[in-house]
């Protein structure tokens, strides 16, 4: 018996082992090697184009990502101011619809799900132009739309600037987002389904209104949805690049607005081939990124509601 | 007393649809207007009276001369769609295309300040040019190149990685599927400058390669997916099949994949969507080779080249819409499904 066993738990881990290999492999060779490299590289000068020329530097890329360069420090507050506006806003929009195509009151929820999802599909690419085309101050139809709903002039001369004006121009981009916001609704969604009826059903007898069973049945259900959803947007928007870079070409325009830290690394890396420096700038994203994240998981038994014995 | 109540949940309802309605259709401007815009020309694009739909001007042969509608308000208050035959600054003859022998009638007034007739107009032909301008069957084959190769890399390893995760007992299990995980956040920009380096030596860049090779050692997202369905088949038919001789990878291949065949395919369409719409890496790797390009970058390019040419730009945007919208349409099932599993059990 104890032999068998043996066997059977050496046949396993051999079995196990050689399963999952590809992503060991993968792992050691694409994730763990080049992250120690790149350290490595931002403390020297590395320039593809010279890459015998490269010498050990020390501390000066980290100093000067820190202390010199302004637009580094600027790529990092912008990165970091615009996240919570555009998670704001696609979080509240990405509830609503899930609050609303979970009603019993709609009918054609299947229709409406493809319908809101449809934008998901598109490329971002393609969304960012589309956006950027009917937001134009000239030719545009969202300007021409709110001039006839308000009655007020915005149209031609006076028409709202979205891409241009640096004020609004992250409430335009997290209106672009807002097309990729399809799966989080759908998540959204299946976390309300998931909601026991029997709550509303009590709250309902005890006269609990719309708001106050939103506020303290249904959110407080979604949390895990909302916490698994808020580290994916925050990782996801601290690389945001293809929408500024593709309406902006990396200019920062307007007013540095749209030099975000991704931005600023792609252009650094792969314009300027800096690549020592470049470096430092990605432990940057991947620091900040780990601080957000340890900071939710740290946080996350003060406000992340686990049903049952679910950890 | 219960018709009331029951009037009342009516109109709810149809507050609730309605409102529902309007926020859909503010929700698809966008798409609207990049269809509508894709068929206008120039002078439609500027042309006040032709906002929503591609219209023209429209115009009646009479007197064999091309004339154009404008609507003319007559004495008894009406207006009436004429053709202007004589158009000055201060009054406009013109003639009445249904009754060709009636007098020609003057009025009295600057004809710009009349409203033209206009007629649907679409001008399809932009779709044409688009079509040559962005040499869009290269950029299509090598969206399908690249999105098909990835896609067949990535199921055949994922399928295989997660049958290790969960199926087998062996030591390190538990910590190296949390490091899985956290692959899955971490921003590619950390990895991205060595492994760029050692593509650039072995000649890699400039090529597919990079965008294909490493799908074929599978990915954190597609192995969740992929381990957490595997892990709804019951461990009873591997048993029976190990009973009847056959060792794991016949029975992942014989047994285990053949019920597993909605997660691969929720799994390949991820992928398969996922690049056709990544951008960064083929920017980074296909930089300068656009005989290269996939759809996103060569679209990309376009715009900003053609920035003027608003409606080709549409049509080109249009075009690169197509295939995912489509078939997502025929296999939304299987998609939603997907994205429930990764977002809501983990």
């Known amino acids: ?151 007020l002039p915005l149209t031609g001369q006076k028409g709202i600037r979205w891409a241009d004006s640096p004020g609004l121009i992250y409430f335009t981009y997290s209106l672009i987002t807002l097309w990729g916001v399809g799966n989080t609704f759908v998540i959204f969604l299946a976390g309300l389904q998931g909601v026991p009826t029997e709550l509303y059903e009590a709250a309902e007898v005890d006269g609990a209104s719309w708001w106050r069973q939103m506020f303290r049945i249904t959110l407080p259900m979604l949390t895990p949805v909302l916490f698994f959803n808020l580290i994916i947007g925050i990782v996801g928007l601290l690389q945001y690049f293809t929408v500024p870079f593709v309406i902006n070409n990396g200019t920062g325009y307007p007013g540095g607005m749209s030099n975000f830290i991704m931005v600023y690394f792609y252009r650094q890396s792969f314009s300027y081939f800096n690549m020592g420096y470049g470096s430092v700038l990605a432990w940057m994203i991947f620091l900040i990124g780990l601080l957000f994240t340890a900071i939710l998981f740290g946080t996350q038994k003060r406000w992340v509601y686990y049903a049952g014995d679910k950890r | 007393m219960k018709a009331g109540k029951r009037s009342r949940r009516g109109v709810k309802r149809a507050l609730v649809i309605l409102s529902v309605i309007v926020v859909l259709a503010a929700f698809l401007v966008p798409l609207i207007y990049g269809f509508a815009m894709s068929f206008k020309s120039v002078e439609q694009i500027t042309s006040s009276y032709s906002a929503v739909l591609p219209r023209s001007p429209a115009t009646i042969k009479l007197q064999g001369k091309d004339l154009e509608l404008y609507y003319v308000p007559m004495p008894d208050g009406t207006t009436k769609a004429l053709a202007a035959v004589e158009k000055t600054r201060a009054s406009t003859t013109f003639a009445d295309p249904a009754d060709a022998m009636a007098a020609p009638l003057e009025w009295k007034g600057n004809w710009r300040t009349l409203k033209p007739v206009m007629k649907l107009d679409p001008h399809e032909e932009n779709y044409s040019s688009a079509w040559n301008m962005i040499s869009f069957p290269i950029l299509l084959k090598n ?74 050692f599978s990915n954190a997202y597609n192995i969740f997916l992929l381990r957490q369905f595997y892990m709804s088949i019951p461990q009873e038919m591997d048993d029976a099949a190990r009973i009847d001789g056959a060792n794991p990878i016949q029975i992942l291949y014989r047994i285990i994949i053949p019920q597993a065949v909605p997660a691969l395919v929720a799994a390949g369409l991820f992928n398969f969507f996922y690049c056709w719409n990544d951008y960064f890496s083929p920017i980074v790797y296909l930089a300068g080779k656009s005989k290269l390009y996939p759809i996103s970058v060569g679209l990309g390019m376009f715009s900003g080249m053609f920035s003027t040419r608003v409606a080709l730009v549409q049509a080109a945007t249009v075009m690169s819409c197509v295939v995912p919208v489509v078939i997502f349409f025929f296999t939304q099932r299987f998609f939603m499904q997907g994205v429930v599993v990764t977002g809501v059990e983990k």
């Open chain 1, 1 to 151: 018996m104890g032999k068998r066993a043996m066997d059977l738990r050496r046949w396993e881990r051999r079995w196990g082992y050689l399963f999952i290999a590809p992503w060991l492999f993968s792992f050691v060779v694409l994730y763990l090697m080049p992250m120690i490299a790149s350290l490595g590289f931002s403390f020297t000068d590395f320039n593809p184009a010279t890459p015998d020329k490269a010498s050990f530097v020390g501390m000066a890329n980290w100093a000067r990502a820190m202390f010199q360069d302004h637009e580094a420090l600027a790529s990092v507050g912008k990165t970091l101011a615009f996240i919570p506006i555009c998670l704001a806003i696609s979080f509240i929009f990405a509830l609503a619809i899930a609050v609303v195509l979970n009603s019993r009151l709609l009918l054609g929820k299947s229709l409406f799900r493809t319908l809101f999802y449809l934008p998901t599909m598109i490329p971002v690419v393609a969304s960012a132009i589309m956006w950027l085309g009917s937001l134009n101050a000239q030719t545009g139809w969202i300007d021409q739309i709110l001039a006839a709903v308000t009655g």
């Open chain 2, 143 to 216: 969206t399908f190149v690249y999105a098909f190769l990835n896609t067949i890399g990535i199921l055949l390893s994922s399928s295989f990685v997660a049958y290790g995760f969960s199926r087998f007992k062996f030591p390190g299990k538990g910590p190296l599927f949390i490091i899985v995980m956290s692959t899955m956040i971490l921003p590619s920009a950390v990895t991205l400058i060595p492994t760029y380096t050692v593509f650039q030596a072995i000649g890699w860049v400039g090529t597919w390669l990079p965008l294909i090779v490493p799908a074929f």
